[in-house]
């Protein structure tokens, strides 16, 4: 097998009307290459984002002259492969219709091998992804939903019509490498191996795949390799029209793949090999980790657990959820995609969801997650709208789907739940714009009920499925079962301190916003434009009021605002401060709440939005807390009545002895209490380590806890800042070098370092006990260093 690769910048584009006509790249969007040829100004800039909202509806003609001069036998075939069109088109080679494309998430392969010439035009001619599906929906009626409404009958990447962190940038382009192949008339496709059994060290595997041949089964075998050695030779066989291979074999010694915070996550080099008489035509090589993954729901005092158990062991899911991280997707790099991940792990994250109104990964994704060992909840591609599932086409199309997502993502250990929506269930029942149904169902649920469990049943035993997020229980948001969504909080315009009322078995949404790092609003606005209300900073801010609601709770955490910095500044502090509160009272309920996934890890464009991350990967206040909050052992101080309680979280799969520090202070500096402590850390459990009898709430609490020569901290204030007596903490502070040294004489909160490229800071954001020493390692020349105290208006 060969490749003959039709990528690159030497594509001719134009729209049917005649206004655009340039150079275009493959992999590329259309968006992508106004900006590049300047012939449009960024989306991001500004209101730009308005300019390419107008040209949503145009067609748009794909050329590429190309000369192929391989010689081809008789059993030589040859294929033109497009891994992704974006997303209705009709493909011509050589003046020859082809076919259609009608899905951008899914290949299309179409057989060329008798059209080829020395010299060819190939023509990808793709239609509106905004008038198409309009029309559907002229036809057919319009489906109930809270975003844009058409986007229900076109399969593409729901967030591209705008979301309430998204800009609308409807794009259109042929967004993965396209590409001749060469084969000997047969391929192999979607090979896997999974877990059947496990004991005494020693494993029987699976592993199957599948064929497409043009040549028949006859000669047909396949051999699998395992890390360079023969596992074992395959039969080709052939079952309701489709030709496969599987079997078993046993695996001496066999290591298991794990989340990193619990064990290894190994993976073994598989390869997969087509024979057609003896002779190798084909092959497949890929990474694979063996797993047992089951959802532990039992009952207990409040419902029915939701625990994800990996290899018998429990694992207390810490993370966040995961947006497509550009609203232009050719725009990404797998070093972004690294670099991303790599600020999840450092952040002690165990678990993303990825979320069902973005794309299935890039593959670089999953790679990286089975590498790094962070579990990967994966959506199926449908969020917050009714979908015409009682269309024959429709429902044809999403089964087709749903089966070759499956079957190409199913060898990554990291994916541990399919799940088939967001929100469209909770939709169904408590929105009131969601209840159309057809022969009694609700328009989706014929998918998500019965089509995708039997899919993934029937191409992916070894992982659970789940109807949806949020579900479970007698309603789809419930807090006694199933995962939930927490959105009274900032949504509802209820301050954080109302997750401490909120019980949930398995926390998959919760969020508060928080503006982008500076650099970022300086990207997008001019100096005259950074103001809180300017239509710029309006059109940065997607959620309806969304602006507002960040004043509102500035004012009532904070007090008053100073100025722009100071509302950049405080609306970060607040959105730690409140994902910090919720993630320490979900955390310190260990498995009562199985989990506490963050809204969200990254941002699509430069906006005010629920990321830790911004657009340029610019971590935000909260990414700096999630590294404290999400730590292996977390103390957390709680109030319960008169009393104050000091208990510690262990996620370590050991029992430790640990030395633990309470010390109040007042904010004139002076120590009101200090009490040392030696206490035993269960393994993965909770332990409580003093109740005190506590009147006095103007102070600062600081613990520590210090486990095999680390020491775990955190902080708490039981009163709004606004009401507390904050003073100049007087922070001394030291340069030498790229060593930055802090010393602060009173409690210091949010204690930010300025610094040149202090997005590379590895933390920020400190909060300082009077008198200790903090040392951060320097990415460049340092400016200053400010506090809570230096933002608030007094």
């Known amino acids: 097998m060969r490749r003959v690769w039709l990528t690159g910048d030497d594509w001719q584009v134009k729209d049917t009307e005649g206004e655009f006509s340039f150079r275009g790249s493959v992999p590329g969007v259309v968006q992508a290459d106004l900006v590049r040829n300047k012939l449009l100004p960024h989306p991001y800039v500004g209101t730009n984002e308005d300019l390419f909202i107008q040209i949503e509806g145009k067609e748009w003609v794909y050329e590429k002259d190309f000369s192929f001069n391989e010689p081809l036998g008789d059993e030589d075939y040859v294929d033109l492969v497009f891994e992704g069109i974006d997303t209705l088109s009709d493909v011509y080679l050589n003046d020859v219709f082809l076919g259609s494309t009608e899905d951008m998430f899914l290949e299309y392969r179409f057989d060329v091998k008798r059209l080829l010439k020395s010299g060819n035009k190939l023509r990808v001619h793709i239609k509106s992804p905004v008038l198409v599906p309009k ?78 041949s043009k040549v028949g089964k006859d000669g047909l075998s396949v051999s699998v390799f395992v890390d360079g050695g023969l596992l074992g030779e395959f039969e080709v066989k052939e079952k309701e029209g489709e030709l496969y291979f599987e079997g078993l074999a046993r695996i001496k010694g066999l290591k298991l793949w794990y989340p990193w915070n619990v064990g290894e996550p190994h993976l073994y080099g598989f390869d997969f090999v087509l024979k057609r008489n003896g002779n190798e035509i084909y092959r497949e090589s890929k990474r694979i980790g063996f797993r047992t993954v089951r959802i532990i729901q039992e009952p207990d005092e409040e419902g029915r657990t939701f625990i994800f158990e990996v290899n018998g062991k429990k694992v207390f899911a810490k993370g966040a959820n995961w947006i497509p991280a550009d609203n232009v997707l050719t725009w990404l790099s797998e070093d972004d995609y690294k670099k991303l991940l790599k600020m999840a792990k450092d952040a002690n994250m165990n678990m993303l969801r990825v979320w069902g109104g973005g794309i299935y990964e890039h593959d670089a994704f999953y790679s990286l997650c089975d590498e790094m060992g962070i579990m990967v909840w994966q959506d199926f591609m449908y969020a917050c709208l009714e979908y015409p599932d009682h269309l024959p086409w429709f429902r044809r199309l999403a089964n087709e789907e749903a089966r070759k997502i499956v079957r190409k993502l199913r060898h990554h250990a990291c994916i541990v739940l399919w799940c088939g929506n967001n929100e469209n269930n909770w939709g169904f029942e408590e929105w009131g714009i969601m209840n159309k149904k057809v022969e009694g169902l609700n328009l989706g649920n014929r998918l998500y009920l019965f089509d995708f469990p039997k899919i993934c049943a029937e191409e992916d035993p ?120 919720g993630v320490e009272h979900w955390r310190s309920r260990k498995y009562k709440t199985a989990g506490t996934l963050f809204w969200q890890l990254n941002d699509s464009w430069p906006v005010f939005s629920w990321s830790a991350v911004d657009y340029f990967k610019r971590p935000k206040a909260l990414y700096y807390y999630a590294k404290r909050f999400f730590a292996d052992v977390l103390p957390v101080l709680k109030k319960t009545g008169k009393e104050l309680v000091f208990l510690v979280v262990n996620d370590l799969r050991k029992t430790v002895n640990a030395k633990g520090v309470l010390k109040v202070y007042g904010f004139d ?126």
């Open 669 to 794: 500096g002076k120590e009101r209490l200090v009490k040392e402590y030696n206490v035993t850390l269960p393994e993965d459990g909770v332990v409580v380590v003093d109740n005190l009898e506590w009147s006095d709430y103007n102070v600062a609490f600081f613990v520590d806890v210090e486990v095999e020569g680390r020491v775990f901290s955190n902080y708490k204030v039981f009163k709004k800042w606004r009401d507390l007596e904050l003073k100049d903490p007087e922070i001394d502070v030291t340069v030498a070098g790229r060593l930055l040294t802090l010393r602060a004489k009173k409690p210091a909160f949010g204690v930010r370092i300025l610094s040149e490229n202090d997005e590379e800071l590895e933390d920020n954001f400190l909060f300082l006990k009077p008198f200790e020493e903090r040392k951060v390692n320097l990415p460049g020349e340092f400016y200053a260093v400010k506090s809570l105290y230096d933002y608030l208006k007094r």
């Open 135 to 212: 029309a559907l929906e002229q036809n057919y009626g319009k489906m109930g939903g809270p975003e844009e409404s058409v986007r229900g009958y076109i399969r593409k990447a729901q967030y591209s019509y705008g979301w309430d962190w998204g800009a609308r940038i409807v794009t259109s382009g042929i967004w993965k490498p396209v590409y001749l192949e060469l084969h000997k008339g047969a391929r192999l496709h979607d090979s896997t191996a999974y877990l059947l059994e496990y004991e005494g060290g020693d494993g029987t595997i699976k592993v199957t795949g599948h064929i497409t």
């Open 462 to 581: 070894k992982t659970p499925y789940w109807v949806s997020s949020p579900y479970g229980g007698e309603r789809a948001n419930s807090e006694r079962e199933g995962d939930r969504h927490v959105w009274n909080v900032w949504s509802g315009w209820v301050n954080y301190d109302q997750y401490e009322e909120e019980g949930g078995k398995f926390i998959s949404e919760f969020g508060f916003q928080g503006a982008p790092h500076v650099k970022t609003i300086e990207f997008f606005a001019k100096e005259d434009e950074r103001r809180v209300f300017h239509p710029v900073m309006l059109k940065h801010n997607k959620q309806v009021e969304g602006q507002e609601r960040l004043v509102r709770f500035i004012v009532g955490n904070f007090g008053e605002y100073k100025d722009f910095e100071s509302f950049v500044y405080l609306s970060q502090l607040n959105q730690a401060e409140a994902i910090k509160f």
